[in-house]
């Protein structure tokens, strides 16, 4: 029975966050909005980060599943790299994940202030090179050269995802992804 709460209330702790985001989020808050009390967010997270980490885990696991099997495919080197890197961008870019992209940033923000409480949520959700560097590995490149491709790649999309955010402007967002793409893939390959 503690399990199924416990999966109940990270369900609902996840729409919740997912909607309102995390910045002025109290567990007293959170615990009136899913129906229970700060006490028992406690008993079963630990704490207000650790509930947030795991939401956050759990949003992009329940809602936006094409967005870890793009990343699989794209290390496991199912297609030819620009196909496979492409089919990580339209999952990243989906328009479906528009409120998960806003709560990451909103913590990505949070941990980039420095404040300690928020460093550890991004560990997995934060590691998109490891899988990108893997697949430059055995596309050729020294492993020193595959993490530092890796990093400018995670570093284009993410700026390419907040200014999608910002401008809603799809079409141009995704046109300037396809010419940076193919210029990097001239690149790699």
């Not at 941990?111 to 934060?126: E, K, N």
């Not at 200014?163 to 990097?184: K, M, N, P, S």
Request: a negative charge; aromatic letters at 8%.
């Amino acid at each position: 029975m503690a399990d199924g709460e416990r999966e109940r209330l990270l369900r609902l702790i996840s729409a919740h966050v997912l909607e309102h985001g995390v910045t002025s989020l109290t567990l007293r808050g959170l615990a009136g909005a899913v129906g229970s009390n700060h006490r028992m967010l406690l008993y079963y997270f630990g704490s207000k980060e650790a509930l947030v980490g795991e939401a956050l885990r759990a949003v992009g696991d329940a809602w936006f599943p094409g967005f870890a099997s793009a990343w699989a495919a794209l290390e496991r080197g199912e297609g030819p790299l620009r196909e496979d890197l492409q089919d990580v961008w339209s999952a990243i870019a989906a328009p479906g994940n528009a409120p998960f992209l806003r709560l990451f940033f909103e913590v990505f923000g949070q941990a980039a202030r420095g404040d300690d409480r928020w460093a550890g949520v991004l560990g997995d959700i934060g590691d998109w090179q490891r899988p990108a560097a893997a697949r430059f590995t055995r596309e050729g490149l020294a492993p020193a050269a595959a993490r530092a491709r890796a990093t400018e790649l995670v570093a284009l999309w993410r700026g390419l995802q907040m200014t999608l955010l910002i401008t809603g402007d799809r079409a141009a967002v995704d046109e300037v992804q396809r010419q940076a793409l193919d210029a990097f893939c001239a690149r790699v390959g």
